[in-house]
Every structure is written in structure tokens, then in C-alpha cells.
């Protein structure tokens, strides 16, 4: 019996492990079925979002392009600075595109490939001359002469913070070496697995062990951007196993190039508040302010040993731990001879060279990015803006916007220390314009320039005080037959009772009343009481039109105070009245935003320049002339102690009551700048306009390049010579007088001591027609523009003189050949006629002797005093003043 049932054990232990591998293997099959399944679910939601992904981006700003122009003003420093925002090196080698470099003043500029809103242009090289301030010989790398060069746009960042933001890249933009120094770091396999690498699983954990901790992990590159795209970063094996699955299909779907680039792209690298870092692209930007394709090899290294552990490696965190990370970086590439021993050791000696945290800000320009996003808002939404990737591009100049940041935290510091004044109690804000465009060139809200809080160029509104004198005398200049430049005004006490009993007395920064004085004279030394005087007038409702005219549109309070200030205007709102200004009358909207295009880099909006006229050329010049005066010898007269003097400055201080308000708005003829000080407890500064903002405004417009010479008035306008009685002082019969332009439809009074005895007006009638009217005509070859200096007017004027008399003398001359005469018999005149004849001859040969023997003096003069201005008598200034108004 026993030997049966063991007979019968041992046939059915086959029977049993048959069965047993047959449910096995249906198990195995089942599972299969199960994992085939499984892995086409997932196969599908692979692709479904890979193939459909679009990255959620905020929309990217940039700068205004630098167009170099044969002939353009442009400084060393400033063009250097340009080339600094741009993050272009200089390198003698001149190897690549974002380099210049420079041979005494000739320079070389290789451009990088750019998306413009108007297309692409791809990298070129340019060379050019800079002398004397001026761009010439502009060429390109074969030696053609060129017009103009248009250089890429620096990003200035992207609005709206928070959630991911990145910078794609795509493959063909991927530096080499960031490629393989990723491969050597990350995976050294990856050219060779399928997704999932055995060998590379060993040597982590051989490593891990030897260590006695996790040291090194075991996945691909493809399994960390599986992990990136789909999973959260919470360790578990079912998420490991499902991302060693999404390997092998993303493996078997796409190229190992496209791998690389969504890696690249994918990882995080850093977070700035709620706004996360992602990819190398951005990461390059953040930490370096440079571009990917431009980063050095030991940049490539901190930012790959980034992807190990952003925050634990944190560069300004963590400083002393980036820097071993990114040394052991440099030895493996070393290891993969990515970098030769001596490259090593440089590398390794290298600082980090990061930028500072305030430079690496989403939003570097809060206070220019508000008023773009004002600008934006009609025609984007905020969803837009966050996600759709759009390419903003800007007219703000960074080398402008550097130095105006400089100027304001520097200049408000100073006058801290120097003055007394608490720390840190005053505040500031200034606008740059460029006049003819109305384009926003730099924008400044706070001294501390990167602080996003509150706005003062856009949001502070203060009392501008004499600000807005230039719009009273301008709206009495307009009235040609009433007011001229040199008109007299009453300087003299005034006293204005209101309806509820209120009594208005201003008075002058000096205290005292100075009688009748030229008009002047009144904008000049910023009288209050001429100015009031003459705003009532003119009309309070006059002056107001006048302000709507400039460009203002913020509501001005109806009562006499406001002649002298008492109105509440923005930084922002100034710069817009006195661009006008500078503009001959014009009026151009002011803007930051020149065109939209989508994330492909297509054009989807352009912003032209809308602009009207709003004021005369002929009183806007005449007010213009009025404030070159203020900053020759009036209150901004200190400015020209840094600024150079063959440039017409023309500008106007402002101070409140109390000196709570400094101002200081003022332009050449290309740029217009304003600045404000102040407190934002509206407590007393102690500073006037001439002694606060005008100190800033000065340091900004002394490292700007300008244009030099005199403005060339419009049609319309002439220069006469006046006595102090305002009298004309005809240059044909005395000398001395001083200068003034005038409207042609002005009448002036002549001086009786200029009038002159003219006895032989009837023959210079009869042979040489009206010289007083042929004077007093339009001249046709005066045109609208810029640069004329009247001196050299003044010039032209006696050259026109001296040739109408030759051409009387000619005419003279023929019209005696015309005379009927007999041949061979002597010309007969009648009784008389012949000895007046010859007595207008000899008299008519004495005032040529005698104006020549005057040229030839003026012209002596002039070279001895080293300059080309006309002969004038000394005329005395009242003592300098202030423009405080109470």
C-alpha cells in the first residue's frame, strides 16, 4: 500500500507543477494583455500631451533697438552702455555674434539673429567711426556703405509675476556644450538606452552604497523629463514604474534631439517669490543676464549643477555650496574632455559672476512696465498677458534708463548728506522723453529704481509750482500786437479778496516789488507778482485753454493762485506739457509701446505716434527763447556749470509753498526730462528747484549725447536789435542794443537815436526802390527746422545788406547807360543836376567807406573776443532770484 500511494505521489507532483505553470503562464499572458493595455493608455496620454502641449507663457518685453545712423550723436560711454544691456562682450577676437570690439574709435559690432515686430534680421557685422560724438562710415562686413544698422532689442523681462515662466529653446539654439556637459552630469547613456537604463541603475547604487547615502540617482534624462511633464516630485515606486513605462514610449516616439531640447527646456532651475524658474533658457537670463548661447563654460556648469537641487544650490543663498557644485561640474567635464587641464584650473578660479538678485527681478522696470501695461490694457486681456507668450516690444533705452536710475538714487543721497536732510526721507521720480516721437526713453518712481510700490512718475500728484509759468507767458505771447518778449509788465503788489473773504497776496522770492520790468525778464527770475499780474490779465480761463493746448488734461483749479502753481500734476503729466514745448507746439502723445507681436515672433500690432497741433511755432519758439534765458541767467543758470554751452538748454525750476515740492522740467532739442522731489509725508524738503531737482536733472542730461548750435526759428519770426526802452535799433545807423526774436505781425517803436538823417531818399527811391520795406519783408529761404544759430543770422542779415547795395549800384549804374545819348558828345544834365550828381556820388561813396571801415571793426572785435556774436552793448540783469511762490 505504501509503495502505491508513493507511486502515485510521485505522478502527481508533474501533474500539479504543470498545472500550476499553466496558470503561470495564463497569469504571465493575462498580465501582458494587462501591461500592453495599460502601456497603450498610457502611450496615448503621452502623446496626447506632448503633441498637443503649449507652454504658458507671460508675455516677454524689450527694449527699444539701437538704430546706428551715419551722422547720429552718440558718446562713447553711452554707446558701451548700450552694448552692456544688450550683454555683448568685447573681445579683440571678434569670434561671434555678441561681440564689438573697438581700435581707437573705430568699432566693429557683430549682431545677433533678432525677431524684430517688422521680421527678422539675421547676425551681421558692422563697423563704424565714432568722432567727435558723431557716427560716421557706417559699413558692413564686405565694405558697403550703409545708412543705418539696426542692432537687436535687449528683454527687459515679462509682465504679470507668479506661476511657471520660462524662455524655450529650440535644439538648433542648444550650445554644444550645455548638451554634453547635461549627458555627462544626467546621463551618461543617454545616446545609447531606451529610456531606462540598467547600467545606469548599477553605478548608482554601487555609489550610493560606497557612500553610505543616496548620492546619485539612477534615472535617464528621459525618466526625469517623464517625471517633469506628468508626475509630482513625491518618491514612490509606482511613480517610478510608471515613469520607467513613459521612457520606453517616449523613446520610441521621438528622436533623442527632441528628448534633450524638452529636458532642457522642462527642468526647474530657481523660483523668485510665486514665480518659478524653468529651463536653462530663462535660468541663463535670471542668473547671468545673458543669453543661453553666450554663457561661459564654467556658467554652463553652475547652471547644470542647478538641476540637482535649485534652492539646496542656491547662488545667493548658498553661495560657498554653488561654488563646490559647480567646480565638481567643471571636473566630470573635464573627465569627458569637454575642457582641457588648464581650461579647468581658469575655470575653476573663476567666481560665480551671477548678477545681483535686484537685477534678476521678472520685472526689472516697475515703473516703466505700469504705464505699458496702462497702454496694453485696451487691447489685451489679462489672460493673455499671462499665457500667451507675446512679444512686447518697447521704447525704453536702457543706457537712458541706467543713467536716470543712477542720477535719481545717487542725487537724492547727496543732497541728503550734503543738505542735512534725513536719511532716507526724500523721495523722487523723473521721465525722459525723446521730443519728436513722444517715445518714454526712461521712467523712474522711486529712488530705489527696482522697487515695485508706489508710482511717483505716474501716480505722485503735486503742486508744480512755477512749472507752469512758461504757459502764462506763452498765452500772452500768442497776442503778437499786444505782447512781444521785451513788452513792459508790472512787477508791482497785488491783492485779491475772494467771495469768501479769503485775501490772495503773493509776493516775490526776494520780498520785494520790481516796478516795470520786460517780459520777459518776468519768466526769467520767476517773479511772482508780474506773472500774477499778467495771468489776470490774460484771463484764468486763457491760461487754462493754453494748458489743455500743451497736452494737459488733468482738471486746474479756476482761481488766481493757480497762475503761480496751485494746480496738482504727475511727473508724467509735466513732461507731456513741456515736450510740447520743445517741440515747437506740437503736441505728440506719449507712449511706451511700440508694437505687439505673437510668441512665433509675427507682427499683431504696430502703435504709431498720434500727435496735433496745439500751439503756434512762432510763440512756442519766442516762449522757447524765453527759457534759454532762464538756464543762461536765470534760476537753472548753475546747470551750465556742467552741462556744455553749445547746447540750447531751455528749461524752468519749480518750488512749493514751504519748499515741500522741488521741480526742475527742461529739454534740448531732442530730449525732453523731468524731475520731481519731494516727500511723501508732503512734509518741508528745505530745497528749491534750483537747488534739489535740478541738480539730477543735470547729472541726466550732462551724459546724454545732444545737438549743438542754436535752434533755427520758424517762419515768421526775425531778430531785432532793442534799446532798454524796448525801442528798435536800426543796425544801419547806431550800434548796441540787445537781441530779441520777434513775430513778424509785432510793431516796434523805433528809437529815435537810430532814425538817421536821410537827405537822398528820394534818388535811392527813384534808383533802388524802398529799403525799409525790402528789409521788413518775409525772407523766403527761412524754413521751419532746427540748428540755425542767430548769430550767424545776424551774420547773413549784414552779407544781405551789403549785396543790395551793390545790386542799387549796378542798377544805378545801368540805368545811366539807358540815358538817350549822342555819340561822341558828353552826357548833358540838366542845370544844377550835375554838381547834385556828383555830391550824391562822393556822399553815397562815404557811406560805403564808412559801413566797411564798421564791418571790418565788428569783424576785429569778434576775433578777438574768440566768438561770432554780434557787437552789444552791456545790458545789466536784476539780482538772481528763486521762484518760491507762497
Known sequence: MASKKRRRSRASKPGRLSRWLVRLGLLALLGGVVLAGYMVYLDVQLRERLDSRQYQLPARVFARPLVLRNGMVMRPDELEAEFAALNYTENAEFSEPGQWTREGMDYRVWRRDFVHPDGREPAAQVSFRLRNDEISNLRDESGERLEKFRLDAANIGTLLGGGDDRNPVRFDDIPPLLANTLIAVEDQDFLNHFGVSPRGIARAMVANIKAGHVVQGGSTITQQLVKNIFFDHEPSLWRKFNEALMAILMELHYDKGYILQEYINEVWLGQQGSRAIYGFGLASEFYFQKPLDTLEPQDIALLVGLAKGASYYNPWHNPERSLERRNTVLELMAEQDLLSPEELERYQAESLGVATAGESAQNPYPAFTERLMEELRPYYSYEEL??????????????????????????????????????????????????GTGNVLAMVGDRRPHYPGFNRA???????????????????LERPFDYSLITPIEDAPIRIEGDNGDVWMPQNFDKRAHGQIPLYLGLVKSHNLATARLGLDLGLENVQQTMRRLGVQADLPRVPSMLLGAAELTPFEVSGMYQTIANGGENVELRTLVAVANAEGERVQFFRPRSNRGVDPVPAYLLRYAMEQVMREGTGRSAYRRLPGSVPFAGKTGTTNDYRDSWFAGFSPGVTAVVWLGRDDNKRTSLTGATGALKIWTEIMRQLPHRHGRVQPPRGVEFKSVNKRGQYMNPEYCRGGMEFPFSYETKLEPAPECRGRDRWRWFRDFFGGDRDQQEAAPREEMTPGWGIDPDEQQRRRERERREQELQQQLRR??????????????????????????????RAEEERRILEERRRRNEELRRSRGEGAPVEEAQPWPPDEEDQWP
Not at 544834365?829 to 547834385?836: A, I, K, N, Q, S
Open 458 to 476: 505716474l501716480e505722485a500728484r503735486r503742486q508744480i509750482g512755477s512749472l507752469i509759468k512758461p504757459a502764462v507767458y506763452l498765452t500772452a
Open 813 to 842: 549804374d545801368d540805368r545811366m547807360q539807358q540815358v538817350p545819348q549822342v555819340e561822341d558828345e558828353p552826357l548833358e544834365l540838366p542845370p544844377g543836376e550835375d554838381e547834385r550828381y556828383q555830391e550824391e556820388q562822393r
Open 386 to 435: 499671462r499665457t500667451a507668450g507675446l512679444r512686447v516690444y518697447t521704447t525704453l533705452a536702457p543706457s537712458v534708463q541706467k543713467l536716470s536710475e543712477d542720477a535719481v538714487s545717487n542725487g537724492a543721497e547727496t543732497l541728503e548728506q550734503d543738505r542735512g536732510i534725513q536719511a532716507d526721507s526724500l523721495q523722487a521720480a523723473t521721465v525722459v522723453l525723446e521730443n
